[in-house]
């Protein structure tokens, strides 16, 4: 079978955390040069010529933070639409989280999860949710799911949120953060939630009254205590930072050694209480904060003080979201690149910055060959034209009929995504499989 030879020329490509002019030279599945001066006729004899002037080209993104909802709620998204949505936003490697029907807290069900992933083109891994049920085996079942699907950490749900996934004995904390492995953290509190059940819900606003940031202050003091008390230097990940006081407490926490990994979403950097509507489709765990919060988030994310973009994709159908009692969460793969070049054409945030948090989840999990564009790597690249766009939610791959994005403008559009040297999306359209 003949090699898959493809030569990128012209374009702006992230590498070492900066633009640089290089060429880059593809063969088979991996990247065979990067050439830091033009290249002549000679040069490309035999290569598949893709010209990305224009551009930016950066290696592919990846997404530690998707809900693909199956198996169990197939109509909400599969892996085929999420996949296909996640390309399209310039995503190569998607990471799933565990809170399907039923979760995937034991290796039956992430048998079931990775025989539907494998099916499609993308790279991606999976987590094992942590229940209360589990916790005494979980590093036992943690280490025999590891040899037989690509499992990257622990996902822990210290508040209600989709799905059944609680932990309320802090004894099942302390054993997660014994395993050694990466603890993924859904911060908010189910007890200090149980204090502002009484507030109704009627607006997105009160969203963020019932589940106030106190509440992932709270859980992360849960993680510390039994951090403390076991010493564990199991890295801690802290999912969808949201709010100011958030923030501040884990600046505090890092500079007494801890371990934390931050993360941050496009909606908490993009929205704000007094930029939505007062409409369904917002509602979000953790919720949409003030404007202060999210001033104050923006300011850090320039900064440096976050780690890495998760888009939090947790697709509904419309008729759920405008119910009267609306399920938390709304698709954002699609659109996560374009509502943060957005805020960057806006001069708010750092466009390197961008780039990088958009890549380094590659390192933080410990993925090798990909997440740099760098010879013998794996051959996963994102190129975005630069060309006026405005996304439309009628056009998307999700399942979810809706997006919190629709019509947003911007003066960039995924163009061309590269998976494992094989071009996937060319002119902003997949190639035939």
């Not at 395993?179 to 507030?199: Q, V």
Request: hydrophobic letters at 35%.
């Amino acid at each position: 079978m003949e090699k898959i030879k493809i030569a990128i020329i012209n374009g702006e490509v992230f590498i070492n955390k900066r633009f640089r002019k290089v060429q880059i030279l593809i063969e088979d599945k991996k990247i065979k040069r990067v050439i830091y001066r033009k290249l002549n006729e000679d040069d490309l004899k035999g290569y598949f010529l893709i010209d990305a002037q224009d551009s930016y080209v950066s290696a592919g993104f990846i997404d530690p933070h998707v809900h693909f909802r199956c198996p169990g709620q197939e109509h909400k998204e599969d892996w085929n639409t999420g996949t296909r949505a996640a390309i399209k936003g310039g995503f190569t490697f998607v990471m799933d989280m565990p809170n399907n029907i039923p979760s995937a807290t034991n290796y039956n069900i992430l048998y079931q999860k990775n025989n539907l992933a494998k099916l499609t083109n993308i790279n991606y891994g999976f987590y094992l949710g942590l229940s209360d049920t589990n916790s005494g085996n979980i590093k036992k079942i943690f280490n025999f799911c590891k040899k037989k699907v690509p499992l990257y950490g622990i996902k822990v749900f210290l508040g209600s949120s989709t799905g059944d996934l609680l932990v309320k004995n802090e004894q099942s904390i302390k054993y997660s953060l014994n395993t050694g492995e990466i603890n993924l953290f859904h911060c908010e509190d189910e007890n200090t939630l149980a204090r502002y059940k009484h507030i109704q819900y009627n607006s997105v606003s009160d969203h963020n009254a019932i589940r106030p940031p106190e509440s992932e202050i709270e859980g992360i003091k849960r993680i510390i205590r039994q951090a403390k008390a076991i010493k564990s230097k199991a890295k801690i990940y802290i999912c969808h930072i949201s709010s100011a006081k958030q923030l501040k407490y884990l600046k505090k926490l890092r500079k007494l050694g801890y371990n934390i990994i931050n993360e941050v979403t496009p909606h908490h950097l993009f929205f704000s209480l007094s930029n939505i509507e007062q409409s369904n489709i917002f509602k979000v765990n953790p919720p949409i904060r003030e404007e202060s919060d999210v001033k104050y988030l923006r300011r850090n994310f320039n900064k440096g003080f976050f780690d890495v973009i998760g888009t939090d994709h947790a697709p509904h159908k419309f008729e759920e979201k405008n119910s009267p009692t609306p399920p938390s969460g709304f698709p954002g793969l699609e659109t996560a690149f374009y509502a943060l070049y957005n805020l960057y054409e806006q001069k708010i945030l750092s466009l390197n910055k961008i780039f990088e948090l958009f890549t380094s989840g590659y390192k933080i999990f410990g993925i090798k060959k990909r997440g740099e564009i760098k010879k013998g790597n794996f051959a996963d690249i994102t190129i975005i034209k630069k060309i006026p766009n405005t996304f439309k939610a009628e056009k998307s791959e999700t399942k979810a009929d809706f997006s919190c994005y629709d019509n947003l403008k911007t003066n960039c559009k995924i163009d061309t995504v590269i998976i494992n040297g094989k071009i996937v999306l060319k002119d902003s359209e997949f190639l035939p499989n």
